[in-house]
C-alpha cells in the first residue's frame, strides 16, 4: 500500500510539473485541483479495497 501512496504521489507532481511547463493557461484553472481531488478519491478508494483484497498488500 506503501508503494501505491509513493506511485500517487509521485505522479500527481508530475502531471502537475507537466501542465505547469506545457501551458501556462492551466495556472488560472481549477483543472489541477480537481485532479488532486480526483487522486485523493481514488486513493480513499484503494486504502478501502486494501481491507479486503490481498493483491493490494504487494
Do not use: E
Not at 16 to 31: E, G, H, K, V
Amino acid at each position: 500500500l506503501a508503494i501505491l501512496t509513493s506511485a500517487q504521489f509521485s505522479l500527481m507532481i508530475f502531471i502537475s510539473i507537466i501542465l505547469s511547463l506545457w501551458q501556462n493557461r492551466f495556472t488560472n484553472s481549477l483543472l489541477l485541483p480537481f485532479i488532486g481531488i480526483l487522486m485523493y478519491i481514488i486513493h480513499l478508494v484503494l486504502f478501502g479495497l486494501a481491507r479486503t483484497i490481498w493483491f493490494l498488500y504487494l
